[in-house]
């Protein structure tokens, strides 16, 4: 099953500083991510920081995770072994993060600096967290493996905002505009 993460931009006049996305599959499993880093640096630092870890995260095996946890897991490592220099002034202390990883048994999302994660399909936004769930947290790169929330139904899209997003709930119009998405 194709993946795809989408992270809600900042409000402002550049809400994508330091935004990045990235959806893989091989076999069985797939896996998306969706971001940003060193948001409120000076553009340079911005786009060297989140490519840094798009290059990262395009590295990451697939063929070398058995499930969707082991890809996440996995991710989680390669995301903490960059080196705090490349993620920007903040050295990832800012760092927001959307993985949405899937196998033949179902679908697991994971991430730091959220404020709520929603399931987008057929028109609708479906809340996946709520509250004071552990994957609603403040940025930064984690210092252990953060947990992973389980569904057996899959959800193809998964949108969420940073933890600081001024809005609690999110309108359908023009949602993939402020995701950066262009459908």
Same mark, same amino acid.
């Given at each position: 099953?194709?993946? &795809?993460?989408?992270? %809600?931009?900042?409000?402002? #006049? /550049?809400?994508?500083?330091?935004?990045?996305? /990235?959806? #893989?599959?091989? *076999? $069985?499993? !797939?896996?998306? +991510?969706?971001? @940003?880093?060193?948001? #409120?640096?000076?553009? =340079? !630092? &911005?786009?060297?920081?989140?490519?840094?870890?798009? &290059?990262?995260?395009?590295?990451? =095996?697939?063929?070398?995770?058995?499930? #969707? %946890?082991? /890809?996440?897991?996995?991710?989680?490592?390669? /995301? @903490?072994?960059?080196?705090?220099?490349?993620?920007?002034?903040?050295?990832?202390?800012?760092?927001?993060?959307?993985?949405?990883? &899937?196998?033949?048994?179902? +679908?697991?999302?994971?991430? +730091?600096?959220? *404020?709520?994660?929603?399931?987008?399909?057929?028109?609708?936004?479906?809340?996946?967290?709520?509250?004071? %769930?552990?994957?609603?947290?403040? $940025? *930064?790169?984690?210092?252990?493996?953060? *947990?992973?929330?389980?569904?057996?139904?899959?959800?193809?899209?998964?949108?969420?905002?940073?933890?600081? %997003?001024?809005? $609690?709930?999110? $309108?359908?119009?023009?949602?993939?505009?402020? @995701?950066?998405?262009?459908?």
């Amino acid at each position: 099953m194709k993946l &795809a993460a989408y992270l %809600h931009g900042a409000p402002g #006049r /550049l809400p994508f500083i330091g935004h990045f996305r /990235l959806g #893989r599959q091989e *076999g $069985p499993l !797939s896996i998306a +991510m969706a971001g @940003c880093v060193a948001q #409120r640096s000076d553009l =340079s !630092s &911005a786009f060297r920081a989140a490519r840094e870890v798009e &290059a990262v995260l395009r590295n990451v =095996s697939l063929t070398a995770a058995v499930d #969707r %946890h082991d /890809l996440l897991t996995i991710t989680w490592e390669a /995301l @903490c072994g960059i080196e705090a220099s490349d993620l920007g002034p903040q050295g990832g202390a800012d760092l927001t993060v959307l993985l949405s990883a &899937a196998d033949q048994q179902g +679908m697991g999302i994971a991430g +730091m600096g959220l *404020g709520g994660v929603w399931s987008w399909a057929d028109d609708a936004l479906q809340p996946l967290v709520t509250g004071d %769930h552990p994957l609603l947290c403040g $940025p *930064g790169r984690p210092d252990r493996l953060p *947990g992973v929330l389980t569904l057996d139904a899959p959800a193809s899209v998964v949108v969420a905002v940073p933890y600081d %997003h001024p809005v $609690p709930t999110l $309108p359908l119009t023009e949602l993939a505009k402020n @995701c950066g998405v262009h459908l």
